[in-house]
């Protein structure tokens, strides 16, 4: 799997971008990491990435998907400009003083997300204002035209991460008709232009026996995707469709085909469920990287919209804000105590008796609920989320105890204990 791999990322990136993800990816994000750990022995609270929604504008309605944008795709008259117009966004002046707040702290990665990060009117200025950074940008894939592309080719300090949820039926009946084909065609553009990309699945009930094999994985290697991102399905937002949330034996199964991928594929593969002996991590939870909402607020991790803090306080002094924040604190213990005590953990669809750390979303959403209620939380859902987690049904998440299932490809355990993947650290 190596040695194709490497040979395809020689034969198939253009080699400054190459160059450019390993010296402000891969290089820096060591040295994020290795601040990340000197800060938790001195107690202090700041990730070694971060998540920026930029917008809560979207040109799709996908089914499970936890932004509420409006107008609905099917209004009439609507138009990709009528969308950038949505209420929702943060402003420049904030995300660019917070992504230099994060230098200060060696923190070089982020990942900009939305609604749809290529409906930001300033998302080129944002990457181009901060050549020492590098950024990951989580789309749907529709706007991959010559132009977009090269201009994301010039950069050079990006990468792509494209959502597609399976084959053409089966994509295009959570994220809308003809999706799938345009964010195929988008794949083909930037193989064209040589660049560093990657492709996001979320895994479902639906999926799971289609996304997980080896035809799906070889059909991105083919389009030039160099990673492939697989996420675990949560049942959050205006429509939740918890019908899609994976039982034991999928979560077990999911565990099992990935890891036998992994040892076949020229491509990476991964996830950020599980640490290199397979056991249970919440990034959020460990600190790994926080979530900035289209209003600035700092929140837990992207499908929980809710923040006591924001990235304007203290005078845009983010270590500060977070670092000070009860609130972030208080979450952290709370997972913890979610998975350890069994005032919580036995009512769970998993009998849970260690320190793994599943999703609280997942298996204690009441639980969860109440939390934020007693830290008088402000919901930006667009909903009401606490009562939608009190009203949902507890499920399996990927805590699986005395399941655990290690990592058996070396270079994987050497990954996840050096890299996480995303910046962050397990090891």
Same mark, same amino acid.
């Given at each position: 799997?190596?040695?194709?791999?490497?040979?395809?990322?020689?034969?198939?990136?253009?080699?400054?971008?190459?160059?450019?993800?390993?010296?402000?990816?891969?290089?820096?994000? &060591?040295?994020?990491?290795?601040?990340?750990?000197?800060?938790?022995?001195?107690?202090? &609270?700041?990730?070694?990435? /971060?998540?920026?929604?930029?917008?809560?504008?979207?040109?799709?309605?996908?089914?499970?998907?936890?932004?509420?944008?409006?107008?609905?795709?099917?209004?009439?008259?609507?138009?990709?400009? @009528?969308?950038?117009?949505?209420?929702?966004?943060?402003?420049?002046? @904030?995300?660019?003083?917070?992504?230099?707040?994060?230098?200060?702290?060696?923190?070089?990665?982020?990942?900009?997300?939305?609604?749809?990060?290529?409906?930001?009117?300033?998302?080129?200025?944002?990457?181009?204002?901060?050549?020492?950074?590098?950024?990951?940008?989580?789309?749907?894939?529709?706007?991959?035209?010559?132009?977009?592309?090269?201009?994301?080719?010039?950069?050079?300090?990006?990468?792509?991460?494209?959502?597609?949820?399976? &084959?053409?039926?089966?994509?295009?009946?959570?994220?809308?008709?003809?999706?799938?084909?345009?964010?195929?065609?988008?794949?083909?553009?930037?193989?064209?232009?040589? /660049?560093?990309?990657?492709?996001?699945?979320?895994?479902?009930?639906?999926?799971?026996?289609?996304?997980?094999?080896?035809?799906?994985?070889?059909?991105?290697?083919?389009?030039?995707?160099?990673?492939?991102?697989?996420?675990?399905?949560?049942?959050?937002?205006?429509?939740?469709?918890?019908?899609?949330?994976?039982?034991?034996?999928?979560?077990?199964?999911?565990?099992?085909?990935?890891?036998?991928?992994?040892?076949?594929?020229?491509?990476?593969?991964?996830?950020?469920?599980?640490?290199?002996?397979?056991?249970?991590?919440?990034?959020?939870?460990?600190?790994?990287?926080?979530?900035?909402?289209?209003?600035?607020?700092?929140?837990?991790?992207?499908? /929980?919209?809710?923040?006591?803090?924001?990235?304007?306080?203290?005078?845009?002094?983010?270590?500060?804000?977070?670092?000070?924040?009860?609130?972030?604190? @208080?979450?952290?213990?709370?997972?913890?105590?979610?998975?350890?005590?069994?005032?919580?953990?036995?009512?769970?669809?998993?009998?849970?008796?260690?320190?793994?750390?599943?999703?609280?979303?997942?298996?204690?959403?009441?639980?969860?609920?109440?939390?934020?209620?007693?830290?008088?939380?402000?919901?930006?859902?667009?909903?009401?989320?606490?009562?939608?987690?009190?009203?949902?049904?507890?499920?399996?998440?990927?805590?699986?105890?005395?399941?655990?299932?290690?990592?058996?490809?070396?270079?994987?355990?050497? /990954?996840?204990?050096?890299?996480?993947?995303?910046?962050?650290?397990?090891?």
């Amino acid at each position: 799997m190596l040695i194709p791999f490497l040979f395809r990322g020689f034969r198939e990136l253009s080699p400054r971008i190459a160059f450019k993800a390993l010296r402000l990816w891969v290089w820096k994000g &060591l040295f994020a990491l290795r601040a990340f750990k000197h800060r938790l022995k001195k107690g202090e &609270l700041f990730p070694p990435f /971060l998540f920026f929604a930029l917008t809560g504008a979207c040109n799709l309605r996908c089914r499970g998907c936890w932004i509420r944008s409006a107008p609905a795709p099917d209004s009439a008259g609507e138009t990709a400009a @009528d969308v950038k117009s949505l209420p929702g966004e943060i402003p420049f002046d @904030d995300v660019d003083r917070a992504i230099r707040e994060a230098g200060k702290r060696s923190v070089y990665f982020h990942t900009l997300l939305g609604g749809e990060p290529f409906l930001y009117p300033r998302l080129f200025e944002l990457i181009g204002r901060h050549p020492e950074c590098y950024f990951q940008i989580i789309t749907n894939g529709q706007f991959f035209d010559v132009e977009t592309v090269t201009r994301l080719r010039r950069l050079g300090n990006v990468s792509p991460l494209v959502s597609i949820d399976g &084959l053409r039926r089966t994509n295009d009946d959570r994220r809308g008709e003809g999706t799938f084909e345009t964010a195929i065609e988008g794949c083909r553009e930037l193989r064209r232009q040589k /660049l560093l990309y990657g492709v996001a699945t979320v895994v479902t009930a639906e999926n799971i026996d289609e996304v997980l094999t080896e035809e799906y994985v070889r059909r991105f290697i083919d389009l030039g995707a160099m990673y492939l991102w697989y996420y675990v399905f949560r049942p959050v937002g205006n429509d939740p469709s918890p019908h899609l949330c994976l039982d034991v034996r999928q979560m077990l199964d999911f565990r099992t085909r990935l890891l036998r991928l992994r040892r076949k594929m020229p491509i990476i593969l991964i996830d950020t469920y599980w640490d290199a002996d397979g056991v249970a991590v919440c990034p959020a939870a460990k600190g790994l990287g926080f979530h900035i909402g289209p209003d600035g607020g700092i929140e837990p991790c992207p499908p /929980l919209s809710v923040c006591r803090e924001r990235i304007t306080d203290h005078g845009g002094d983010l270590f500060r804000t977070i670092d000070g924040s009860r609130f972030l604190r @208080d979450f952290q213990r709370f997972v913890d105590r979610a998975f350890t005590s069994p005032s919580l953990s036995e009512k769970g669809p998993n009998a849970v008796s260690d320190a793994g750390r599943g999703c609280v979303i997942l298996q204690h959403p009441q639980a969860l609920a109440a939390f934020f209620r007693e830290h008088e939380v402000a919901d930006r859902s667009g909903g009401d989320l606490c009562a939608e987690l009190e009203a949902a049904q507890q499920r399996t998440s990927h805590h699986l105890p005395e399941s655990e299932i290690p990592e058996d490809f070396w270079l994987y355990r050497m /990954l996840k204990k050096t890299l996480f993947f995303g910046m962050g650290g397990y090891g």
